[in-house]
């Protein structure tokens, strides 16, 4: 079955510097990505996505990328703020019925 | 307007109890979910349903049985509770269309919280 690898599971940034979320998947038919943000004790919302036909989306601070030969893709997050920490997920999904999500990064950016 | 709601927020009972958890969304999607989200904030699938119909069952014990009465409601109720069941159980919603997914929308989650 699909498994999704992330990294690092900690990340720590000064404010205004740019952040980057890794992660691997495995199963080569998975075709959609989306990145969840949790903030303390709230519910993951989805911050952006990007599906297999297409490399790269960006949406004001939040890029992502996506590389299909190497099942990689990554998160990038420019200008961080305070309001950006919260705790990152990767998933990936073949176009089934289950998003595997990856194990998360807990995201610290200092003012 | 709440998209996923699901209740309660929080519950805490006692291990050998019987609980249940209500998922209702008002978002018209053909697909929901339940995810088990532990204190390494792990998010889990447990169970996913289409058109009131089980799809996934992801090797949960099956103390826990969930129950779909019509595609906008998924309710989880658990037996024999363990305290190993402690964790946010967040109930979840999306679109498929053929082969496309989307995104999922998340309830709000439920602590669970056994002693």
């Known amino acids: 079955g699909e498994n999704v690898e992330q990294h690092p599971s900690t990340l720590s940034v000064q404010e205004g510097d740019s952040a980057v979320i890794k992660c691997t998947y495995s199963d080569s038919a998975s075709n959609y990505f989306p990145w969840y943000k949790q903030e303390l004790g709230k519910r993951p919302q989805l911050i952006i996505d990007i599906r297999s036909n297409v490399g790269e989306k960006k949406d004001q601070r939040i890029a992502v990328t996506l590389n299909k030969t190497a099942k990689h893709f990554s998160l990038h997050i420019t200008e961080t703020q305070p309001e950006d920490s919260a705790v990152y997920f990767c998933?990936?999904?073949?176009?089934?019925?289950?998003?595997?999500f990856g194990a998360g990064t807990r995201l610290f950016v200092k003012a | 307007d709440t998209a996923v709601s699901q209740t309660p927020k929080y519950l805490v009972t006692q291990m050998g109890n019987d609980k249940s958890i209500k998922c209702e969304q008002n978002?018209?999607?053909?697909?929901m979910y339940w995810y088990k989200q532990d204190s390494k904030k792990f998010l889990k699938i447990m169970f996913s349903?289409?058109?009131?119909?089980?799809?996934i069952n992801e090797t949960v014990p099956n103390r826990f049985s969930p129950k779909s009465p019509d595609k906008a409601h998924l309710n989880l109720h658990i037996n024999s509770l363990e305290l190993g069941d402690s964790a946010v159980y967040f109930c979840a919603s999306s679109h498929n269309s053929g082969q496309m997914n989307t995104e999922a929308f998340f309830g709000q989650g439920t602590r669970l919280t056994v002693v």
């Open positions: 349903y289409n058109n009131k119909e089980l799809i």
């Open positions: 998933a990936a999904n073949t176009g089934g019925f289950k998003t595997i």
């Open positions: 978002l018209g999607h053909d697909t």
